[in-house]
């Protein structure tokens, strides 16, 4: 079974430019995750989809970032327009659905590293 | 504020020797348990998970956890150098987001 997908690994790009990163979850997980890591600091959540809808996004930052889920399979997260602080690793993760019992365990990708100059 | 709490160490053992690595939270309406390993430049990888009260074992690690106390514990037995690693504790609630802590970076030496 493939994991969680993610694209593209690396990114640089100058502030003031747009970048959109992508994640594909394991097949047949209805929850995705996404977080991020800045240097030095814990992973923190950003916003979590069921299916194509927004469950959660209180961890978004500001309106510079926006993501989709269309047909609730990849998702995409797309920073408009870059700041400095938006460095760090994007992380996506997918699990299934969680209405059963716990423990309601989260499998990551392999993150995106963007960062801003 | 919801927060999880590790000793970002380094924590170092040799070879063979138990190490452990300890964490508290901070929200008593958590109710799954997670321990990541996470390689340099990699991503996190999920090695356990605990939910009730008590200790699970799965081969030469096991998790702990004490409701209570508002603890997770991760013990790992016949440390290796393979094992050298940062160890991420996570918390959540049912489908809900992980809140993580820093890590705790582990020093296994041959």
């Known amino acids: 079974e493939a994991g969680v997908t993610q694209f593209p690994s690396h990114s640089v790009i100058e502030k003031g430019q747009t970048v959109t990163l992508r994640c594909d979850p394991i097949?047949?997980?209805?929850?995705l995750y996404w977080y991020r890591r800045v240097m030095g600091k814990e992973i923190k959540f950003l916003l979590h989809?069921?299916?194509?809808?927004?469950?959660?996004e209180s961890g978004m930052p500001n309106n510079r970032f926006l993501a989709e889920r269309t047909g609730g399979t990849y998702s995409t997260l797309k920073v408009q327009p870059a700041e400095l602080e938006d460095s760090g690793v994007y992380f996506c993760?997918?699990?299934?659905?969680?209405?059963?019992?716990?423990?309601?365990?989260?499998?990551f990708g392999p993150g995106t590293r963007l960062t801003v100059t | 504020q919801k927060e999880v709490e590790q000793n970002s160490g380094p924590l170092s053992v040799p070879e063979g020797a138990i190490a452990s690595l300890n964490c508290t939270y901070s929200?008593?309406?958590?109710?799954?348990f997670f321990w990541y390993r996470q390689y340099s430049g990699k991503s996190p990888e999920l090695i356990m998970f605990i939910y009730s009260n008590g200790d699970k074992e799965d081969g030469r690690f096991t998790a702990q956890l004490n409701k209570a106390s508002q603890y997770v514990s991760l013990l790992i037995r016949d440390s290796q150098p393979s094992d050298s690693a940062t160890y991420l504790c996570a918390v959540n609630q049912a489908g809900t987001a992980l809140i993580f802590g820093k890590g705790t970076t582990l020093s296994v030496s041959s």
């Open positions: 097949s047949g997980h209805d929850n």
């Open positions: 989809f069921v299916k194509e809808s927004k469950q959660d």
């Open positions: 993760a997918s699990s299934q659905d969680p209405s059963g019992a716990p423990p309601y365990e989260q499998y």
């Open positions: 929200d008593r309406g958590s109710q799954s």
